[in-house]
């Protein structure tokens, strides 16, 4: 039982990362994108992040 927890905590930091990747290529390609693809690029993100939260809560249920 003693590595699950450890598991969770690699999923949880895993996905953190992938969130603040996701940040920071944004941020990147918000400058050289024309604004119509760059606001598309941040609604794609935010519904990235949005779903990857809530992999994030359903693995600290289990």
């Known amino acids: 039982m003693e590595i699950m927890p450890e598991k969770k905590n690699e999923i949880e930091e895993l996905i953190d990362n992938m969130i ?7 941020n ?5 994108l024309p604004d119509s693809l760059s606001e598309t690029l941040v609604m794609f993100h ?13 693995v600290k249920t289990k």
């Not at 603040?20 to 944004?26: A, C, I, P, R, Y």
């Not at 935010?46 to 359903?58: C, G, P, R, T």
């Open 46 to 58: 935010e519904s990235n992040v949005i779903n990857l939260k809530k992999i994030k809560e359903f």
């Open 28 to 32: 990147h390609l918000k400058e050289v």
């Open 20 to 26: 603040l990747g996701g940040n920071d290529m944004v």
